[in-house]
């Protein structure tokens, strides 16, 4: 079946450390987001990209990093330098711009 | 740029009692509107959207939303809740041009009780 796999369900961070989310689609889709969800704030934009290496900084962008060297994957680093990084992390695809998203079932990141 | 406001962020309700999310927007030119569901520890799933058309969209477990222009809502309802629709529920604005971006609303818990 297709959609997307985000890997891995649960992950902890030690202060200071990079960490990289995984997150790998089989729809074919174009485009790919990342989101970052805090109780009571909905989701927020982290980078978007809509074509193979090519990306853009979204509404948060600060302390994180993404590549897309291959239209299935969209890896997520959260570096240092984001200084509140516990939270839940979601992936999303899209095939075109008005279709609305099919979303991974997210990594929850804490800090430890 | 566009936004999104969800009136509630919580709404307690009783097995089969009627329910309205509301969400509002705010944008100066043409949307596209969406509810997204999420159950806990999981990813969003699409709900239901309006794209064009009729505004009154429908989802094939019973929820139902109408698109009113003229008081930028997309107000979702339900006519008989189950015990399993207990979740949280998004809304999203998407305009043209804007490579796809959705914008969530804050999210509103619903809370169903037998």
């Known amino acids: 079946d297709g959609g997307i796999t985000q890997s891995p369900k649960y992950l902890f961070r030690k202060e200071g450390q990079n960490v990289t989310l995984s997150c790998e689609q089989n729809l074919n889709h174009d485009a790919m987001y990342w989101y970052r969800q805090d109780p009571g704030q909905g989701l927020r934009l982290i980078y978007y990209s809509q074509i193979v290496n090519d990306f853009q900084k979204g509404d948060i962008a600060e302390g994180y990093s993404v590549s897309r060297e291959k239209k299935e994957s969209f890896p997520l680093t959260v570096t240092s330098a984001q200084k509140n990084p516990t939270a839940f992390y979601l992936c999303?695809?899209?095939?075109?711009?008005?279709?609305?998203?099919?979303f991974g079932s997210g990594t929850r990141l804490t800090v430890v | 740029a566009q936004s999104v406001t969800q009136l509630d962020s919580q709404v307690p309700v009783f097995e089969e009692a009627p329910v309205e999310l509301r969400c509002n927007y705010s944008s100066s030119v043409s949307v596209y509107l969406f509810w997204y569901v999420q159950y806990p520890n999981q990813g969003l799933q699409l709900l239901l959207k309006?794209?064009?058309?009729?505004?009154l969209v429908e989802s094939i477990n019973g929820f139902e939303a109408e698109f009113n222009k003229s008081q930028t809502s997309f107000h979702l309802r339900k006519p008989s809740v189950h015990i399993s629709d207990t979740a949280e529920y998004f809304c999203a604005v998407t305009v043209s041009d804007s490579w796809g971006k959705l914008q969530f609303g804050a999210g509103t818990q619903v809370v169903v009780t037998p």
């Open positions: 309006y794209l064009s058309g009729s505004t």
């Open positions: 999303a695809s899209n095939p075109g711009s008005n279709y609305g998203y099919t």
